[in-house]
């Protein structure tokens, strides 16, 4: 992942309901946006459909940090936009997942991450929080860009789309059927949810 200050520091000016809220806060770049959505606690919101979710509950996971300030580059005009990614969660990146995907029989359990993108650099607004990580996810199995308030069912549909065209066709998943992953995938976000409090290295 790229440090924030690869995006441009453009003036965040009234366009629209998200650069409002941002201007309301006393944020006026969209650099400054990043880096203070980045501050802001980890934590899974209530729902999801809110995309000032993030402000009403002063938290935010990866889908809801990247949604806002996904929406606030395509309120701007700027060429960033909201991906995910599928990355192989291994022990070294979440504590458990080893014992987790030796349970499945699995060499490790896909799991979908998201961030912002120029098409160059890549910039997770989650690296550093208290997110379940040991550290920064720098290698994915499959990227998509996809919009910004992407709802969670579409994201589930692309997720296991994307587990049958580029996870399942791999050398080290020969053997293993979708149901097995899926089923793993769900022991791996609560143990996600219970390594919240494991500190990484923070983002500049």
């Known amino acids: ?20 809220a941002f201007l309301a806060r006393g944020w006026t770049t969209f650099s400054e946006a990043c880096r203070q959505v980045h501050r802001m606690p980890y934590g899974y919101n209530t729902t999801r459909e809110d995309p000032l979710i993030l402000f009403r509950e002063n938290q935010g996971s990866c889908t809801t940090k990247h949604m806002v300030v996904g929406l606030l580059a395509a ?33 490790y359990i896909p799991v979908v991450h998201c961030f912002l993108s120029d098409d160059t650099h890549r910039v997770d607004l989650t690296e550093g929080n208290q997110n379940g990580k040991n550290g920064p996810i720098d290698t994915f199995l499959f990227t998509a860009r996809v919009r910004p308030d992407i709802s969670e ?8 789309q994307a587990l049958t065209t ?4 791999r050398k080290e998943m020969a053997g293993i059927d979708l149901k ?14 219970s390594n919240m409090h494991r500190p990484q290295a923070a983002t500049t």
């Open 1 to 20: 992942m790229n440090p924030i200050d690869v995006f441009p520091d453009a003036p965040i000016t009234d366009l629209g309901p998200i650069s409002r």
């Open 75 to 107: 309120e701007l005009g700027l060429p960033i936009h909201k991906s995910i990614g599928i990355y192989a969660m291994t022990e070294a990146l979440v504590t458990g997942a080893g014992r987790l995907a030796a349970e499945h029989g699995l060499p």
């Open 153 to 160: 069912k579409e994201e589930y549909r692309l997720y296991r």
């Open 166 to 169: 580029h996870v399942l066709t």
């Open 180 to 193: 097995t992953i899926l089923k793993a995938r769900e022991a791996a976000l609560t143990l996600l949810k």
